[in-house]
C-alpha cells in the first residue's frame, strides 16, 4: 500500500485487524515530519461507517468533536445570517484533528517511513514492480495507489492528471483563540463560520485546543499573485479571468499548495509581483481583496504568522481506467475532488471495502475479480460525489453569494 493518508491507513487497518500482513510505504520521513492539516467531519454512512470496520469507532468518538458541527453565516457586514448548532445527542458529522485520525488509525502498525515510490510498473515476471526514490526496487502480490492528488501509482492505470478549478484558498490559523481572541472565538462559535461575498469567501475552523484554521478562498487564475491587482480586482471582477478548468495549468504548482491541503507554508516566490513567502505582503494583498467587509470579520486575516497556498486541482469527475490486475487506486489518488467535506470520507470507506475483499478472496483470481468489482463500485459512488461536489464549489465561490446560502439551507435541511 502506497501512501499513509486518511485513505492508505484505513485499508491497512483493516487488513490489519484481520491478521492479514500489508506493507505501508510512506514518503514523509516520520508521522509528524509536517504539520497534519485541519480538522474532519467523519459522516456516519462513509468515514464513521469505515472506523467501525477497522474496529476504531468509539475511540473515534471518544476523541471527536460533536459540538464542531456547528454552523455559522455571516453577512459581509457581520450580520449573523443562519446559525446551526446540533442537538446535544447530534453525532451525523463530529469533527476529529486529522493528527489525531492518522494517530488513531496508526495504532500498532508498522510504517515503511522515507520510503516515496516514483513508479509502478504492473505485469512483470515476479508481480508488480514499485520503484523507489533512492532507487531501490521491490516486487509485490498488489499494490494500492492512495498516495493522493499527485499519485506516482495513478500512471499505471490512467493518463488523468488534475486540473485547476479555478479556485484558490489561502490558509493561515489562529491559536489559543478563546484567550488570545475572544471577539474572534465568539464570532466563529464552537465549529465553522463562513462569510460568502462575490467570488470570495471567508471560513473559519475550529480545530480542538483552541487552533482556527482560516481560509481566505477566491476565483482567480493560478498564476494570481504574479499581478495581484490585475488578477483578484478590488470592485468585484475577481477570477473573471480564471483558470478554465481544462488542464493547462497542470503541472505549474504554483507555490507549495499541490497536495490540495497537505502541506503548510507559502514558498518564497521570485515573481515580480507578490512575494508569497512575505507574509505581511499577503495579508495586505487579502486585506485588499476582502476591503470593505465588516472589521470583526477581517480580523480573521490579521492574526497569523504564516499563509499556505493552496490552488484547488480535481481530477476528471468520471475517472476510471482499464483493469489491470495487481494495481489499484482509492481515496484522492483516484477520484480528486472539492473539499466539501467529502474526499477523506470516501477515501476512508473505500479503504475499509477493499480491506474486507482482500481478506475475502481465496484464490489469486478471486483476488484479481474482487478489486475489479471494488473498482466499480468506488467509479460510480465518487463520481456522483465529483459532480456533486464540483457544483457545490461552483455556488460557493460565486459570482452571486446567494447561491452559497441556498447551499446551506439544502444541505442544512
Ligand atoms: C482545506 C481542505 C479541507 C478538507 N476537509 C475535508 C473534510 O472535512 N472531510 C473530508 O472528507 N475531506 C476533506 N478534505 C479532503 C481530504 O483532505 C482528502 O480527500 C483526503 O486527505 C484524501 O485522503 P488520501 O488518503 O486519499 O490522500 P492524502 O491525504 O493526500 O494522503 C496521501 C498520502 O500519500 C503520501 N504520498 C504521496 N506521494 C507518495 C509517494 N510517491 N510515495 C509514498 N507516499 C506518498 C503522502 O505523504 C500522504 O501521506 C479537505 C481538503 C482540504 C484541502
Not at 328 to 357: I, Q
Amino acid at each position: 500500500m502506497v501512501g499513509g493518508g486518511p485513505a492508505g491507513l484505513t485499508f491497512a487497518r483493516v487488513l490489519h485487524r484481520h491478521d492479514h500482513p500489508v506493507t505501508i510505504l510512506e514518503r514523509d520521513s516520520a508521522p509528524d515530519a509536517r504539520p497534519p492539516g485541519g480538522t474532519l467531519d467523519l459522516h456516519d454512512q462513509l468515514g464513521q461507517l469505515a472506523l467501525d470496520k477497522a474496529g476504531l469507532l468509539a475511540e473515534y468518538h471518544a476523541l471527536s468533536r460533536p459540538e464542531g458541527q456547528a454552523m455559522r453565516i455571516l453577512d459581509t457586514d457581520g450580520t449573523v445570517l443562519r446559525d446551526w448548532r446540533p442537538r446535544p445527542d447530534e453525532r451525523a458529522n463530529p469533527e476529529i484533528d486529522r493528527g489525531q485520525l492518522r494517530d488513531l488509525l496508526l495504532g500498532p502498525m508498522d510504517v515503511q517511513w522515507g520510503r516515496g515510490v516514483t513508479e509502478v510498473v504492473p505485469g512483470t515476471r515476479d508481480g508488480v514492480l514499485v520503484r523507489f526514490a533512492d532507487g531501490r526496487e521491490e516486487t509485490f502480490d498488489l499494490v494500492v495507489g492512495a498516495d493522493g492528488a499527485w499519485s506516482r501509482v495513478r500512471p499505471a492505470l490512467s493518463s488523468a492528471t488534475p486540473h485547476y478549478t479555478g479556485v484558490t484558498y489561502v490558509e493561515t490559523s489562529l491559536d489559543d483563540v478563546d484567550t488570545r481572541h475572544p471577539d474572534l472565538a465568539r464570532l466563529i462559535g464552537d465549529g465553522s463560520m463562513a462569510v460568502y461575498g462575490v467570488n470570495r469567501a471567508l471560513v473559519a475552523q475550529r480545530n480542538s485546543g483552541g487552533h482556527v484554521k482560516v481560509y481566505a478562498q477566491f476565483r482567480a487564475p493560478l498564476d494570481w499573485h504574479t499581478n495581484p491587482d490585475r488578477h483578484l480586482g478590488l470592485n468585484g471582477r475577481a477570477g473573471q479571468d480564471a483558470g478554465t478548468g481544462t488542464g493547462r495549468d497542470v503541472g505549474t504548482g504554483v507555490g507549495t499548495g499541490r497536495d490540495t491541503g497537505m502541506d503548510d507554508s507559502m514558498d518564497a516566490s521570485t515573481d515580480a509581483g507578490l512575494d508569497l513567502g512575505d507574509v505581511e505582503a499577503v495579508r495586505s494583498s487579502l486585506l485588499a481583496l476582502f476591503d470593505g467587509w465588516a472589521a470583526p470579520v477581517l480580523d480573521l486575516l490579521c492574526h497569523g504568522t504564516a499563509f499556505a497556498h493552496r490552488p484547488l486541482y480535481v481530477l476528471p469527475a468520471s475517472h476510471t481506467w482499464t483493469h489491470v490486475p495487481g494495481v489499484t487506486l482509492l481515496g484522492d489518488a483516484a477520484h480528486l475532488m472539492p473539499p466539501l467535506g467529502v474526499g477523506a470520507n470516501l477515501g476512508m470507506l473505500e479503504g475499509a471495502e477493499l480491506a474486507e475483499s482482500v481478506v475475502a478472496a481465496s484464490s489469486p483470481g478471486d483476488l484479481d475479480k474482487a478489486v475489479h468489482a471494488f473498482e466499480e463500485q468506488m467509479w460510480a459512488r465518487a463520481s456522483n460525489r465529483a459532480k456533486f461536489t464540483m457544483a457545490g464549489l461552483d455556488r460557493l465561490v460565486s459570482p452571486d453569494p446567494a447561491q452559497a446560502i441556498a447551499l446551506f439551507d439544502e444541505v442544512q435541511s
